[in-house]
């Protein structure tokens, strides 16, 4: 079983910065890939970006230019760096990551944009 703790969240005006991190925990044996997924009021679940164990990177593309993910092999950590953010940011980010065949999923972190 995988444990994930996700934190960072929180409010910040319009242009400002946010840090997110997940850190894995249990039984790991191969973490995947890793990723961040976003759910606004009212919106479906959307993959935000996400990173796989060579450090292959991709991303939604109204984050492009504006988020950078990135991760720590060694902390079983993945970090999502939000700079520039915008009131449609806001939303509940869920991180995710794939340990051998199973998914697991955080319970998520509150980030809320606005002035």
């Known amino acids: 079983q995988v444990q994930l703790v996700e934190s960072g969240g929180g409010l910040v005006q319009p242009g400002g910065s946010l840090r997110l991190s997940c850190a894995a925990s249990g039984s790991l044996f191969s973490i995947g890939r890793m990723g961040w997924y976003r759910q606004g009021p009212g919106k479906q679940r959307e993959l935000v970006a996400a990173?796989?164990?060579?450090?292959?990177?991709n991303y939604a593309e109204s984050v492009k230019g504006r988020f950078t993910i990135s991760r720590d092999n060694a902390k079983n950590t993945v970090y999502l760096q939000m700079n520039r953010l915008k009131p449609e940011d806001t939303a509940v980010y869920i991180c995710?990551?794939?340990?051998?065949?199973?998914?697991?999923w955080g319970k998520g972190t509150q980030v809320t944009v606005s002035s």
């Open positions: 995710c990551v794939t340990e051998r065949e199973y998914v697991y």
């Open positions: 990173i796989t164990g060579g450090g292959t990177s």
